[in-house]
């Protein structure tokens, strides 16, 4: 264990963010240090040269690999179990505070109503699976689990709307590998055994789930939580992006592969050829950071991959996750879902966690350096990243800061695959608490014990906005941790300060006087309009809720893992009749107008 990993939860001891010598706030006291106060370790440097000698790709990692004679479930194996799980010791989540995250609402939609799980002995798992899901530590599923594990196992397309850090990869990796994992050897192509790859044997790989993640890390990432999964299963995970060592990709991708996680570019590449790759057998088509993969810049590769599997229509579950979902791209993601696909939204669309604690600085821009140095010497040393708008400001930054002895590395797009992974590690390992990097990293990666975010340069508005502002502070205060998220703010911000001070507002944060003149002149809270996304434009949401009553969780449970196709209620009818519990079209939707809603949807709210 790092010593980086002790404190699981700084929280307690999260200071109040105390005035920098860069700041013009009025009457502030700018004390100065000339030394951090605590130990920040040693600064380090990584040697390049040392690392190309190093072969050990992410992607190349170990993954469990069936033999083909144990039946549906295979041997446990306790020295891998200790390289996915890590060690046990560090598995039990610490310091957990589930109660924020317990009471935020939740709304559903669409024509089917989802009961949601109460625990995960109730999500009626393979043992197996609930097994793995204990080893990594997880007791209770989070509100959208509770949801969308259900969802997804009644067969439902999906829309997906939570938090950052609020456990979405888990609820859809877990009830997609654990409704296929009976059905493996059915569904999925053949493969050499583990002797023959060994010995060269090779096939076509032809995924049953596809998962796309806009970032290469992030696709490393979401690979490593499926080998946790799929864990004595005979689903066998492979992950693809670009930068990586396309031989050994490919190399993994002929060795079988059921659960394919991938950045689109590598992706679309591989799906060119025809003898490595096809999407011909996918039944699950996850759509991670799904709004950004909406976004324009993104369409035609989009484009190609939903469009590239040649299987045969309607036989494709697909499913969109994200924290955040700007109304125009909602629009367009319902025309890739099923008709009565469940949308299911955790709090305000965009919002942020109450777990952490936002700082806005006054800072002049030429006194940016400074103020980060005062801030970082005034803290105790937290495992901290620090967000900047520009690669050439992330070598400046991490070069500045190296040169004060302290102990950081960074990231950006110009950087080759190796340098980037080398700098990931080193900063997940705690070799290198501090990390400096562009919005490459803002979405979805998850390290442990990140206690700050700084925001050198707040996110512009034509790159990424509030979105990304929201997306960057969520690396911190994740499941229930606390976490602090300083930004430091200049003349040059004025546009993000409107909507700045109301997702400020929204979570109780206290408002600078230099944002005072940005408040709404509502302030009722539940008044606040987020233009971008405004949930009006949402029909079906106002009225016709359902009658949420008591006794909603729990109800999905009972049914046992999958046995063939009688357990998913597949509403398309392509995997077996089912058990979908009856839940007809309910006669109240409003839907209808051209907007949001599938026809006739309703809506409900469950407070937690
Ligand atoms: N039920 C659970 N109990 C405890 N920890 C959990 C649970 N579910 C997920 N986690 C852990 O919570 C962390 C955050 O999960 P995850 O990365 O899936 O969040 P996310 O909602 O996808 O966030 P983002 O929007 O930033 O991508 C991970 O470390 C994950 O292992």
């Given amino acids: 264990?790092?010593?980086?990993?002790?404190?699981?939860?700084?929280?307690?001891?999260?200071?109040?963010?105390?005035?920098?010598?860069?700041?013009?706030?009025?009457?502030?006291?700018?004390?100065?240090?000339?030394?951090?106060?605590?130990?920040?370790?040693?600064?380090?440097?990584?040697?390049?040269?040392?690392?190309?000698?190093?072969?050990?790709?992410?992607?190349?990692?170990?993954?469990?690999?069936?033999?083909?004679?144990?039946?549906?479930?295979?041997?446990?194996?306790?020295?891998?179990e200790a390289v996915l799980f890590g060690d046990p010791a560090t598995r039990d989540p610490q310091g957990i505070d589930f109660s924020k995250i317990d009471n935020i609402t939740v709304t559903q939609e669409g024509l089917q109503r989802i009961h949601p799980i109460s625990s995960f002995k109730d999500a009626g798992l393979h043992p197996a699976m609930l097994r793995n899901v204990d080893l990594c530590g997880y007791k209770t599923p989070t509100p959208i689990q509770r949801y969308c594990i259900p969802a997804i196992k009644m067969g439902y397309d999906l829309l997906a709307i939570a938090q950052t850090g609020s456990g979405k990869t888990a609820a859809y990796l877990v009830p997609i590998l654990n409704h296929l994992m009976g059905k493996a050897k059915k569904l999925a192509a053949p493969r050499p055994h583990p002797s023959e790859a060994a010995a060269g044997a090779r096939?076509?790989?032809?995924?049953?789930?596809?998962?796309?993640?806009?970032?290469?890390?992030?696709?490393?990432?979401?690979?490593?939580?499926?080998?946790?999964?799929?864990?004595?299963?005979?689903?066998?995970?492979?992950?693809?992006?670009?930068?990586?060592?396309?031989?050994?990709?490919?190399?993994?991708?002929?060795?079988?592969?059921?659960?394919?996680?991938?950045?689109?570019?590598?992706l679309i590449n591989l799906m060119e050829k025809a003898d490595i790759l096809s999407l011909r057998r996918v039944k699950y088509m996850v759509i991670d950071e799904a709004d950004e993969m909406l976004h324009a810049d993104w369409e035609e590769e989009f484009n190609k991959i939903l469009g590239g599997g040649e299987q045969e229509e309607g036989n494709?579950?697909?499913?969109?996750?994200?924290?955040?979902?700007?109304?125009?791209?909602?629009?367009?993601?319902k025309t890739h879902l099923a008709e009565n696909y469940v949308r299911v939204r955790v709090g305000r669309i965009g919002s942020t966690h109450e777990n952490i604690k936002q700082d806005i600085i006054f800072v002049e821009q030429s006194m940016k350096k400074q103020a980060l140095i005062d801030l970082l010497y005034s803290l105790e040393p937290a495992r901290t990243i620090i967000f900047v708008n520009s690669k050439r400001t992330a070598d400046e930054l991490d070069d500045f800061l190296f040169n004060k002895e302290l102990p950081c590395t960074s990231m950006h797009s110009d950087r080759t695959q190796r340098e980037r992974e080398d700098a990931m590690r080193a900063f997940r390992l705690g070799k290198t608490p501090l990390f400096v990097t562009t919005g490459v990293t803002a979405?979805?990666?998850?390290?442990?014990?990140?206690?700050?975010?700084?925001?050198?340069?707040?996110?512009?508005?034509?790159?990424?906005?509030?979105?990304?502002?929201?997306?960057?502070?969520?690396?911190?205060?994740?499941?229930?941790?606390?976490?602090?998220?300083?930004?430091?703010?200049?003349?040059?911000?004025?546009?993000?300060?409107?909507?700045?001070?109301?997702t400020l507002m929204e979570t109780g944060q206290a408002i600078p006087e230099f944002l005072e003149q940005y408040k709404p002149?509502?302030?009722?809270?539940?008044?606040?309009?987020?233009?971008?996304?405004?949930?009006?434009?949402?029909?079906?949401?106002?009225?016709?809720?359902?009658?949420?009553?008591?006794?909603?969780?729990?109800?999905?449970?009972?049914?046992?893992?999958?046995?063939?196709?009688?357990?998913?209620?597949?509403?398309?009818?392509?995997?077996?009749?089912?058990?979908?519990?009856?839940?007809?079209?309910?006669?109240?939707?409003?839907?209808?107008?051209?907007?949001?809603?599938?026809?006739?949807?309703?809506?409900?709210e469950v407070a937690w």
């Fill in 443 to 502: 979405r979805g990666i998850d390290v442990r014990n990140v206690m700050h975010v700084i925001n050198f340069d707040l996110p512009n508005m034509d790159h990424g906005g509030i979105q990304e502002y929201v997306h960057r502070i969520g690396r911190t205060g994740r499941i229930g941790h606390h976490g602090l998220a300083t930004s430091f703010y200049t003349e040059r911000d004025e546009p993000i300060a409107k909507l700045l001070t109301m």
């Fill in 1 to 80: 264990m790092s010593a980086w990993d002790k404190n699981d939860d700084l929280k307690a001891a999260l200071p109040e963010v105390p005035p920098t010598n860069g700041t013009q706030a009025e009457g502030a006291v700018t004390e100065v240090r000339s030394a951090p106060i605590g130990d920040w370790g040693k600064k380090t440097e990584n040697n390049y040269d040392e690392n190309l000698e190093d072969t050990s790709w992410e992607g190349n990692v170990r993954v469990y690999e069936w033999d083909g004679e144990e039946g549906d479930l295979g041997p446990e194996h306790p020295e891998l």
């Fill in 203 to 266: 096939v076509r790989a032809e995924p049953l789930v596809v998962v796309v993640v806009p970032a290469r890390e992030l696709a490393i990432q979401i690979f490593n939580e499926a080998r946790k999964f799929c864990y004595r299963t005979m689903l066998r995970p492979c992950v693809v992006y670009g930068g990586g060592p396309m031989r050994d990709q490919i190399d993994n991708l002929q060795r079988g592969c059921d659960i394919l996680i991938g950045s689109p570019g590598r």
């Fill in 316 to 333: 494709v579950k697909y499913m969109l996750f994200s924290a955040t979902f700007p109304t125009a791209i909602r629009n367009l993601a």
């Fill in 521 to 604: 002149e509502d302030t009722d809270i539940s008044k606040l309009k987020f233009e971008y996304n405004t949930d009006e434009e949402d029909p079906g949401e106002s009225g016709d809720a359902w009658d949420a009553g008591a006794g909603e969780a729990g109800e999905a449970s009972g049914d046992s893992w999958g046995t063939g196709g009688g357990d998913s209620g597949a509403p398309n009818g392509n995997e077996g009749g089912g058990d979908s519990g009856g839940w007809g079209a309910p006669t109240n939707g409003s839907g209808g107008n051209g907007g949001w809603a599938a026809p006739a949807a309703s809506s409900v």
